[in-house]
């Protein structure tokens, strides 16, 4: 498959679950992938499993400080000239109840999951053009509310809103954004949280009664990144095994 081929991508929390699987999806179809994580550790391991690390280049920092974005920007206008996805992948979550939400925990998720997407994108802008394609990270989460999870939960609602309003302000760009809104998936930190009942509950949620693999996510990701989701903006697409559709 070369749907990518040619193309330059972004993606944010690229080292590890999700954002590792669809860096070796990109990789697999031909793109060529800067994948961003905050430890240096976790992206040289990461490179190690692309099946062409040729085509990746792994850039340390955080999508919350603006001056590792403008950071990896540089980079990649110096060394490709342009760019064709971003794909907007890190976020932060836990559980926290309502009575214990503190000042720091809302500016710890919030600075994360809405303002790094929106610094994320923004400063992406100047690199991208005709067909390029935006892929913002949501959540089931963000339909349907979890039990602890009042930030995350309203974090990602906030990405659903930020595609449909970008999708108004690129108009006549033709830069596409849209939603890629995962449930429960089997990532490394998931299962090593979660433990093997675990992962069986929550794989019962769902009408599928599994978790995702995050290369399930990942073959999305590339479906959104690519021409065969030309006609695409302002959408949001659930791969959450129907978890927020009935």
Not at 26 to 34: A, T
Not at 97 to 108: A, P, R, S
Request: a negative charge; proline letters at 3%.
């Amino acid at each position: 498959m070369t749907r990518l081929e040619g193309k330059t991508a972004v993606i944010t929390g690229g080292a590890t679950g999700i954002g590792l699987a669809a860096a070796q999806r990109f990789v697999q179809e031909g793109g060529f992938v800067y994948i961003f994580g905050r430890r240096q550790d976790a992206l040289d391991a990461a490179l190690k499993t692309l099946d062409n690390p040729s085509q990746a280049r792994a850039i340390q920092g955080s999508i919350a400080n603006l001056d590792d974005l403008d950071r990896l920007y540089a980079a990649v206008k110096a060394e490709r000239g342009h760019l064709d996805i971003v794909f907007a992948n890190a976020g932060n979550g836990n559980q926290v109840k309502l009575d214990d939400i503190t000042v720091e925990h809302c500016d710890d998720i919030l600075n994360t999951n809405v303002k790094g997407t929106i610094f994320t994108v923004q400063k992406a802008l100047p690199l991208m053009g005709k067909g390029g394609s935006i892929i913002l990270t949501g959540s089931s989460a963000g339909t349907t509310g979890a039990p602890a999870f009042t930030l995350y939960a309203a974090s990602k609602a906030a990405v659903r809103n930020l595609a449909r309003t970008w999708a108004e302000d690129l108009k006549g760009t033709g830069i596409r954004v849209n939603v890629l809104a995962p449930g429960p998936t089997a990532t490394e930190l998931a299962v090593a949280a979660l433990g093997e009942e675990g992962v069986k509950a929550f794989g019962a949620m769902n009408p599928l009664q599994r978790m995702a693999d995050p290369s399930e996510i990942g073959a999305v990701a590339a479906f959104l990144a690519s021409d065969d989701s030309s006609f695409m903006t302002a959408s949001e697409v659930a791969v959450d095994g129907g978890l927020a559709q009935i």
